[in-house]
């Protein structure tokens, strides 16, 4: 058809284990391109009726084959060992149910998340062979794990920490660039 362009999904992110937050957000981008709400809503298919139309027809298997679509590419993004525990589970939003209660952990465990994180924020010094590039990099690192696990973490704390926490060797640049930007 003229105008649409082909998109392929590309494959979809592992899961470990471990930093669930992240691997749950690229993760529900992916099941997006494939099978849009299969994962978040209870998508039930219903039985055909006794004497179906072609249109019920391709519409229970059009469904059928999302929710197999969904299983099977959750199925395909853990480890064995998980895959263990979700096998035996009979739709994608239990699967997906499951994995968010064992890995994500309640608001306490996030909470302490939090408190390690800001904790080794406050801790980060630029190295003298380091790259400011490097250290940014380090710092967002911290502060984007922050924001994955649902707080708030302001860009202008990472300026801040920036501006104070480099090497002398910087200061005049770090002057120029307070005097031709409202930093």
Not at 87 to 97: E, H, P, Y
Not at 135 to 141: A, K, P, Q, V, W
Request: charged residues 30%; neutral net charge.
């Amino acid at each position: 058809m003229e105008g649409e362009t082909s998109y392929t999904v590309g494959p979809p992110p592992i899961f470990y284990g471990e930093e669930y937050e992240l691997w749950a957000t690229r993760m529900t981008t992916h099941l997006e391109a494939l099978v849009s709400q299969v994962v978040e809503e209870n998508y039930d298919v219903l039985e055909l009726p006794l004497n179906p139309m072609v249109a019920h027809m391709k519409n229970h298997r059009e469904r059928n084959t999302k929710k197999a679509k969904a299983k099977n590419c959750l199925f395909s993004v853990v480890s064995k060992i998980i895959f263990t525990r979700i096998m035996n589970f009979k739709s994608a939003k239990q699967i997906w149910d499951y994995l968010r209660s064992e890995y994500q952990g309640c608001e306490r465990t996030k909470g302490m998340q939090v408190l390690n994180l800001g904790r080794e924020f406050n801790m980060q010094s630029m190295k003298e062979i380091e790259t400011i590039k490097g250290y940014t990099d380090r710092l967002l690192g911290i502060a984007n794990r922050v924001r994955f696990l649902g707080k708030d973490f302001p860009d202008e704390r990472i300026v801040q920490k920036i501006l104070v926490t480099i090497p002398e060797k910087y200061e005049s640049k770090i002057s120029a660039l307070e005097e031709s930007k409202d930093l």
